[in-house]
């Protein structure tokens, strides 16, 4: 365990490691309490091609790279069940919203979600297939198994593991999100996909 008097930062935003090494333009965020250090952080790993803006709200760069993953399972069930570009940003756009709920409720910004790690990883894990959650989501509503979905990405999912973990978040600090809620039923408890989006869209109206 690091002391206390250690500064820490965090890193995260739309990047997948294939184009950074291949040395494509991306943009990440770097989150640190000690602004001097994201800032020392961020000018040691920026190139010309890799550019790192500083951020002090760690929180809320955690809980979108955490809340991203589950909401592009969400994405891969979507387009796996062969429903359209309307429902994936419905989808993605009702997505960015819980996870601004659970930040706030956490004491992260609202600004961080409009940001790099908010609406920018998820919009890149909803909709490019090198995201190992999309494709997880696919798989499953194509027709295979949690277990012969994970095996076939052959690599980690983050989001199988999260969807557990931001749920029971959100149940802690009494933060309602409903999209995660139905992700983690069909990833846990079986729930057929059609089943879930039935649920969703029956929920009653209310405002934006």
């Given at each position: 365990?690091?002391?206390?008097?250690?500064?820490?930062?965090?890193?995260?935003?739309?990047?997948?490691?294939?184009?950074?090494?291949?040395?494509?333009?991306?943009?990440?965020?770097?989150?640190?309490?000690?602004?001097?250090?994201?800032?020392?952080?961020?000018?040691?790993i920026?190139?010309?091609?890799?550019?790192?803006?500083?951020?002090?709200?760690?929180?809320?760069?955690?809980?979108?790279?955490?809340?991203?993953?589950?909401?592009?399972?969400?994405?891969?069930?979507?387009?796996?069940?062969?429903?359209?570009?309307?429902?994936?940003?419905?989808?993605?756009?009702?997505?960015?919203?819980?996870?601004?709920?659970?930040?706030?409720?956490?004491?992260?910004?609202?600004?961080?979600?409009?940001?790099?790690?908010?609406?920018?990883?998820?919009?890149?894990?909803?909709?490019?297939?090198?995201?190992?959650?999309?494709?997880f989501?696919?798989?499953?509503?194509?027709?295979?198994?949690?277990d012969?979905?994970?095996?076939?990405?052959?690599?980690?999912?983050?989001?199988?593991?999260?969807?557990?973990?931001?749920?029971?978040?959100?149940?802690?600090?009494?933060?309602?999100?409903?999209?995660?809620?139905?992700?983690?039923?069909?990833?846990?408890?079986?729930?057929?996909?059609?089943?879930?989006?039935?649920?969703?869209?029956?929920?009653?109206?209310?405002?934006?």
């Open positions: 365990m690091l002391d206390p008097g250690v500064p820490t930062a965090v890193i995260s935003g739309p990047t997948f490691a294939a184009e950074v090494a291949a040395g494509l333009p991306s943009a990440v965020t770097v989150a640190s309490a000690d602004a001097g250090n994201a800032q020392r952080l961020a000018n040691s920026s190139t010309a091609t890799f550019r790192a803006y500083t951020s002090p709200d760690i929180v809320g760069v955690e809980v979108g790279g955490a809340t991203k993953n589950v909401l592009a399972i969400g994405a891969g069930l979507s387009d796996g069940l062969g429903f359209g570009a309307n429902t994936r940003v419905a989808l993605v756009t009702r997505g960015l919203l819980e996870m601004t709920r659970l930040g706030l409720a956490l004491g992260a910004q609202r600004e961080t979600f409009m940001g790099l790690s908010g609406i920018g990883d998820l919009v890149l894990t909803c909709t490019d297939d090198q995201s190992r959650n999309r494709r989501g696919l798989k499953i509503a194509r027709g295979g198994s949690v012969e979905s994970l095996e076939a990405i052959g690599q980690v999912v983050e989001g199988y593991y999260a969807a557990r973990a931001v749920r029971r978040v959100a149940a802690r600090v009494r933060v309602e999100m409903p999209i995660v809620e139905q992700i983690y039923r069909i990833v846990y408890e079986g729930m057929a996909p059609r089943e879930a989006v039935a649920a969703l869209m029956s929920r009653p109206l209310v405002a934006e």
